[in-house]
């Protein structure tokens, strides 16, 4: 008997950095089709990381990356792995580590899931809250340290790291329109499918 083709379906994903409070989170719809590698480069924009350090996929005791051929490291492709492969159902979460120096941790948790029509316009960020730590800035500690150096203009370190940060740096902020653009110059590239 011939196996009947499976439907294609959008997932609203929910991401929040872990450890972080108050909490810095995403929630996007995608479809099932994309490639963890696709996804990858779409939670880069999203969360507004740079692309500058490597990643994994965690699910279960599987990891999903770059293998390198130079280390003897477990870490599987994930540029064949599509999102339904690893996650079927509502509720299912896997991590999305970025920047193994600081690792960043993030829990990304399947929230809704439904067909795909023609009117569901994907990949998409509907909502999200304050703006990703800057790239290499220590970590968790080393981010507490910035925000709190931000914060205090009597800090003997507020001026190095305001000017490190950038002075457009502003931990609240997050703007949905401007990771769509940012999502629909990727579409247009190509790098999500």
């Known amino acids: 008997m011939a196996r009947r083709p499976s439907i294609e379906r959008v997932y609203q994903l929910g991401i929040r950095l872990e ?20 996804l990858h480069h779409l939670l880069q924009v999203v969360m507004g990381w740079e692309h500058s350090h490597l990643h994994q996929f965690l699910v279960g005791t599987t990891r999903y990356g770059e293998p390198d051929p130079d280390y003897d490291d477990d870490i599987q492709s994930d540029q064949r792995v599509r999102l339904r492969d690893i996650a079927r159902e509502k509720g299912a979460s896997f991590r999305y580590e970025y920047d193994f120096g600081d690792g960043w941790m993030h829990l990304i948790t399947i929230e809704k899931m439904w067909p795909r029509t023609d009117l569901h316009l994907v990949p998409r960020c509907i909502e999200g809250a304050r703006a990703c730590p800057p790239e290499d800035c220590g970590g968790i500690g080393g981010y ?11 800090h003997p370190e507020h001026q190095e ?6 002075k457009h740096f502003d931990p609240e902020l ?3 329109q401007a990771v769509n653009s940012a999502l629909a110059l990727l579409v247009a590239l190509g790098v999500t499918s």
Do not use: M
């Open 174 to 176: 997050f703007s949905v």
């Open 19 to 38: 450890r972080i409070e108050p909490p810095i989170w995403r929630r996007i719809v995608v479809s099932d089709q994309i490639t963890l590698a696709s």
């Open 144 to 154: 507490e340290n910035l925000l709190e150096a931000l914060r205090d203009r009597r």
């Open 161 to 166: 790291l305001r000017a490190w940060a950038g």
